[in-house]
């Protein structure tokens, strides 16, 4: 084992039996682990008879860390950096404590393994041959909506995490923001005994979840569709044109583009053009 690195070591998102064979032979032999909870790591290394030397390194403590990790390093030992599930830094901590490694200019070397976004990407039936990673929308709805006017003419697939306590509220926005119809699977409990996945249209969906309360409990990610590259040409056009036209009867011109927008994914912008033509005419 190579003294004064910093291992990114990947850990199992719910099945234990997904850690690789390099994985434990680096847990095993390092000097000690950086864990985001030590509690809940040290039950990991328990389940792999691994006895080392732990120190947390969590969101509200790890510029005060770094300290510590370049101390440990300057004196030729070797740490594993884990988080409590999948990757660490994605969607949680340890950016901080790798940047500042790399920059005091120690190795860094990636064990890689599980992943909750890629892992669901894998089987979402979505494309993935471009995606982006979004991690967890703001708590509050009007953050939410915010954020989500940013993506919604975002052509890559886009993940999301979620928590039980707000995956519907999350997916009600998604669905106002982007349109109903938009592609979404919501995968669920990923490698553990409950693990489930709802796909089809965003109230397809919603529908499915409000209607069994355990699909509202566990870890979620979030895969949805992008918006279609050619949503402003032939039939999907001349749909919104429709909807448009009946919605400017009732409204005026900024709420009857942006309500056509959400029920059909069409551009807003376009919209909002269209709509003033109708009007003129």
């Known amino acids: 084992m190579s003294e004064s690195v910093l291992y990114v070591v ?3 998102i719910g099945n234990l039996a997904d850690i690789s064979e390099r994985a434990i032979s680096v847990l095993r032999s390092v000097d000690l682990i950086a864990a985001e909870d030590t509690r809940h790591t040290r039950q990991l290394l328990m389940h792999f008879t691994i006895n080392k030397p732990l120190f947390s390194v969590h969101d509200h403590n790890e510029e005060q860390r770094v300290s510590r990790v370049l101390d440990e390093l300057s004196q030729g030992r070797s740490i594993a950096l884990v988080s409590d599930a999948g990757t660490p830094l994605i969607s949680d901590p340890g950016f901080v404590v790798v940047r500042a490694v790399r920059q005091a200019g120690f190795s860094v070397i990636p064990v890689p393994g599980a992943c909750a976004l890629v892992t669901a990407l894998s089987a979402a039936g979505i494309p993935t041959d471009r995606f982006c990673f979004e991690g967890f929308l703001p708590a509050k709805s009007s953050g939410r909506k915010k954020q989500l006017q940013k993506l919604a003419e975002e052509t890559r697939t886009m993940v999301f995490y979620e928590s039980p306590h707000r995956v519907l509220e999350s997916l009600k926005d998604i669905a106002e923001v982007f349109g109903e119809g938009r592609e979404l699977t919501l995968a669920r409990e990923l490698t553990k005994t409950f693990e489930t996945f709802l796909s089809g249209s965003l109230a397809e969906v919603i529908e499915q979840v409000e209607a069994d309360s355990n699909q509202r409990k566990g870890e979620f990610v979030l895969v949805v569709a992008g918006a279609d590259e050619s949503s402003d040409d032939d039939e999907g056009s001349v749909a919104a044109g429709r909807v448009l036209e009946v919605l400017l009867e009732e409204l005026p011109v900024k709420q009857a583009a942006a309500l056509t927008a959400k029920i ?18």
Do not use: D, E, I, R
């Open 10 to 12: 990947a850990t199992p």
């Open 264 to 281: 059909t994914g069409q551009k807003k912008n376009s919209l909002y053009q269209q709509a003033l033509s109708m009007q003129k005419n």
